[in-house]
């Protein structure tokens, strides 16, 4: 079965740093597109970063320059490297994966991130907060 499990997730304070990572369990994870989401309280989720099976990243504006998406097929684990953090980027972050459209292949492309609920699979999430 599918599991994902983030981690790295803490209290920093504004313009430091954080590396998450999301450990893909039951499948390969570069068969699939995988992302990173975000929702703080009272807020609905919204997309951070996703990289497919095609290698191609994808960012929200918000974080464009400051966030870097990363893949290590041989670990099958995703990260999310963040710098220069902001108080508006505290949130609860999930990783998440598109599987492929049809069983037995092996491709999967990224879906919009502003279309978060056409990903089919979701970690627990992990708890970044950004001190001011």
């Known amino acids: 079965q599918v599991q994902l499990v983030e981690s790295g997730g803490g209290l920093v304070h504004t313009g430091g740093s954080l590396r998450l990572s999301c450990a893909a369990s039951?499948?390969?994870?570069?068969?699939?597109?995988i992302g990173w989401f975000r929702q703080a309280p009272g807020k609905e989720r919204e997309g951070v970063s996703c990289v497919g099976s095609d290698g191609i990243t994808y960012y929200a504006d918000s974080v464009k320059g400051r966030f870097t998406i990363s893949r290590d097929n041989a670990k099958n684990t995703l990260y999310l490297q963040m710098n220069s953090l902001k108080p508006e980027d505290t949130a609860v972050y999930y990783c998440?994966?598109?599987?492929?459209?049809?069983?037995?292949?092996?491709?999967?492309?990224?879906?919009?991130?502003?279309?978060?609920?056409?990903?089919?699979?979701w970690g627990q999430g992990t708890q970044v907060t950004v001190s001011s």
């Open positions: 039951g499948f390969t994870l570069d068969d699939y597109a």
């Open positions: 998440a994966v598109k599987a492929p459209s049809y069983s037995g292949t092996y491709y999967s492309l990224c879906p919009p991130l502003r279309s978060p609920y056409d990903y089919d699979y």
